[in-house]
C-alpha cells in the first residue's frame, strides 16, 4: 500500500544549524510529492512540491525516485522555522493526499 | 490571499448526535476534500467531491459521513450519528484544479464527542 514515512517525531536544532527533515515514501508508480508546513495554531500550508523545484523560505527538497526520499533541507535554520512539518503524496491515479506521520522542528536559540 | 474557512472552530456534541461542519470553498475552486486527525495521528483523507458528486472516498467515510454543497458556496460534512472515536480535527482543503493542482486547507474544526 502507499505510505508515506517520517521517521522524526521531533527535530531539535540550535538556529544556523543545517536542518535536513527525512520523508521516504513506498509508491510504484509516478508520484508527486509535497511539503506542508503547520506554525503554531495556523492552518496546514504549502511550503513546496517537487515539480516547482524552488527554494521556499531557504528551504529545498528533491526528489530521489532510487531511495523512494523526499527529504526537506535547509542550511541555516532561523527560529521561526519551528513548527509541524508533513510530507505528503499525490499518486498518479488520484488527488487525494497521503500524509506522513509529521516532525516537529524545534530551533532553539 | 484567499483562504479557505471552516466553522465551527471547536464543536462538542453528546454521542450519536448528527453533526455538521462547514467550509467555505475559495472563490472558483471546484474540487473539495475533507481530511481528519485524531490526537497524535496522521492527517487522513475522507473524501474528494465534485461537481456535486463523491469523486473518492476512503474506508473512514463510511454511512455515517455525507458530503453535500447544499447552496453552491458551503462545502459540509455531516456525521450522522457520533462515536467517541470521531472525536479529531477535521480539515477542509479546495483546489482550483489549475495548473498548479494545490490543495489550501482550512483552519479546521475541533470535534469533540462525549
Known amino acids: 500500500a502507499q505510505r508515506v514515512t517520517q521517521p522524526e517525531k521531533l527535530l531539535s536544532v540550535f538556529k544556523g544549524a543545517p536542518v535536513e527533515l527525512k520523508c521516504n515514501y513506498s509508491y510504484s508508480g509516478s508520484p508527486e510529492l509535497f511539503w506542508y508546513v503547520q506554525y503554531s495554531r495556523q492552518r496546514l500550508q504549502l511550503l513546496l512540491r517537487?515539480?516547482s523545484r524552488e527554494s521556499i523560505k531557504g528551504f529545498t527538497a528533491d526528489l530521489n525516485k532510487g531511495e523512494t526520499s523526499f527529504h526537506l533541507k535547509k542550511p541555516f535554520a532561523q527560529e521561526e522555522d519551528s513548527a509541524m512539518y508533513y510530507c505528503?503524496?499525490?499518486?498518479?491515479?488520484?488527488?487525494?493526499?497521503?500524509f506522513g506521520s509529521g516532525t516537529r522542528l524545534l530551533v532553539r536559540p | 490571499e484567499p483562504e479557505v474557512t471552516q466553522t465551527p472552530s471547536h464543536q462538542v456534541t453528546q454521542m450519536g448526535q448528527e453533526v455538521i461542519l462547514r467550509c467555505v470553498p475559495i472563490s472558483n475552486h471546484l474540487y473539495f476534500y475533507w481530511y481528519r486527525q485524531i490526537l497524535g495521528q496522521k492527517v487522513e483523507f475522507l473524501v474528494s467531491?465534485?461537481?456535486?458528486?463523491?469523486?473518492?472516498k476512503s474506508e473512514i467515510f463510511d454511512d455515517q459521513f455525507s458530503v453535500e454543497r447544499p447552496d453552491g458556496s458551503n462545502f459540509t460534512l455531516k456525521i450522522r450519528s457520533t462515536k467517541l472515536e470521531d472525536s479529531a480535527m477535521y480539515f477542509c482543503?479546495?483546489?482550483?484544479?489549475?495548473?498548479?493542482?494545490?490543495?489550501?486547507f482550512g483552519a479546521g474544526t475541533r470535534l469533540s464527542v462525549l
Open positions: 467531491f465534485y461537481n456535486n458528486e463523491i469523486s473518492e
Open positions: 517537487h515539480i
Open positions: 482543503a479546495t483546489d482550483g484544479r489549475d495548473s498548479k493542482n494545490i490543495q489550501y
Open positions: 505528503a503524496l499525490r499518486m498518479d491515479s488520484s488527488y487525494k493526499l497521503i
